[in-house]
């Protein structure tokens, strides 16, 4: 019987790094090749292949495999109401001030893992807005990860996690259900019809035809390389509406100046109406 590889020679590694970045964008760090390694074999072994050349060739012709493998690498971490302060802001002035304006309002959030952001958002919104009915408000929710989306699709997260929701939170936004002996509160609907949820790689073809009036790219800038992550900057920027709002993670503002938007708040920026701020 063949044997899988033993070791990934540094050589290897390079070229399934690349493969990754050209792809997702990411940067696989040195010191998580033992973690990639055994994944990489896992999934060779999966597939019969018993040539990391074998597989390179494969990953690249391959979509199906390319994505099933970058899914294996992706850092889905992520929690309800992350760095709350964008959610305060998001209700006391981002929805007052676009709603003075208008009442048709796009939200996305760019990355969204396992729903948790989006549902924030959504529930920030649900609270905040008074007559919702009247305004035409959708979020859309992406992620380049299939495994995330599908527990984002769910809305269903253990109770036990959720423990820091006062109970009027837990009652107007969640429902509690038992499956398999567990506690889950799964998202009500009113809150889940205001999200669409859909996959998306960042780095290929965006189908969204409207501008957002503001996006969440959180805790995602920093797993790419510099290159990637102006180049997706400046994507984010021409989808963003004039007087919209970009809303980044914690480590990610040193290169938002580039865009000579106006810092409104910790790592909320706005985006001027006409022209650049100088
Ligand atoms: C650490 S999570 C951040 C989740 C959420 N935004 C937050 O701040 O809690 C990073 C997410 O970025 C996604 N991601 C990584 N590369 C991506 C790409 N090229 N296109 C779309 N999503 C990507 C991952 O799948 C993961 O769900």
């Given at each position: 019987?063949?044997?899988?590889?033993?070791?990934?020679?540094d050589k290897d590694?390079?070229?399934?790094?690349?493969?990754?970045?050209?792809?997702?964008?990411?940067?696989?760090?040195?010191?998580?090749?033992?973690?990639?390694?055994?994944?990489?074999?896992?999934?060779?072994?999966?597939?019969?292949i018993f040539d990391?050349?074998?597989?390179?060739?494969?990953?690249?012709?391959?979509?199906?495999?390319?994505?099933?493998?970058?899914?294996?690498?992706?850092?889905?971490?992520?929690?309800?109401?992350?760095?709350?302060?964008?959610?305060?802001?998001?209700?006391?002035?981002?929805?007052?001030?676009?709603?003075?304006?208008?009442?048709?309002?796009?939200?996305?959030?760019?990355?969204?893992?396992?729903?948790?952001?989006?549902?924030?958002?959504?529930?920030?919104?649900?609270?905040?807005?008074?007559?919702?009915?009247?305004?035409?408000?959708?979020?859309?929710?992406?992620?380049?990860?299939?495994?995330?989306?599908?527990?984002?699709?769910?809305?269903?997260?253990?109770?036990?996690?959720?423990?820091?929701?006062?109970?009027?939170?837990?009652?107007?936004?969640?429902?509690?259900?038992?499956?398999?002996?567990?506690?889950?509160?799964?998202?009500?609907?009113?809150?889940?019809?205001?999200?669409?949820?859909?996959?998306?790689?960042?780095?290929?073809?965006?189908?969204?035809?409207?501008?957002?009036?503001?996006?969440?790219?959180?805790?995602?800038?920093?797993?790419?390389?510099?290159?990637?992550?102006?180049?997706?900057?400046?994507?984010?920027?021409?989808?963003?509406?004039?007087?919209?709002?970009?809303?980044?993670?914690?480590?990610?503002?040193?290169?938002?100046?580039?865009?000579?938007?106006?810092?409104?708040?910790?790592?909320?920026?706005?985006?001027?109406?006409?022209?650049?701020?100088?």
């Amino acid at each position: 019987m063949e044997s899988i590889l033993n070791s990934l020679s540094d050589k290897d590694f390079v070229k399934i790094k690349k493969i990754v970045l050209n792809h997702a964008g990411l940067v696989l760090k040195d010191d998580k090749k033992d973690k990639i390694f055994s994944k990489l074999k896992n999934r060779m072994k999966k597939l019969n292949i018993f040539d990391l050349n074998v597989y390179c060739r494969y990953l690249i012709a391959n979509r199906a495999e390319l994505e099933e493998f970058v899914n294996l690498l992706t850092n889905l971490s992520t929690y309800f109401f992350r760095e709350n302060h964008h959610f305060i802001y998001l209700a006391q002035h981002i929805l007052p001030e676009l709603l003075s304006q208008k009442n048709r309002i796009r939200i996305w959030s760019a990355g969204c893992a396992t729903g948790e952001e989006a549902y924030s958002i959504a529930i920030t919104v649900y609270e905040n807005v008074q007559h919702i009915e009247n305004y035409d408000i959708k979020i859309l929710a992406t992620d380049i990860s299939s495994m995330g989306l599908a527990v984002a699709k769910e809305g269903r997260y253990r109770a036990n996690d959720l423990k820091m929701f006062s109970s009027e939170r837990r009652q107007n936004v969640f429902t509690l259900i038992q499956y398999q002996n567990i506690e889950y509160l799964q998202i009500k609907n009113s809150i889940k019809k205001l999200i669409y949820f859909n996959h998306l790689n960042l780095f290929e073809f965006w189908p969204m035809k409207g501008l957002f009036d503001v996006i969440f790219c959180r805790n995602i800038f920093i797993y790419f390389s510099k290159e990637k992550a102006e180049f997706l900057l400046n994507r984010l920027d021409k989808q963003l509406a004039p007087g919209g709002f970009l809303i980044v993670g914690h480590a990610e503002s040193s290169f938002i100046y580039k865009l000579k938007y106006l810092r409104v708040a910790e790592t909320i920026y706005k985006k001027p109406i006409s022209g650049n701020i100088v």
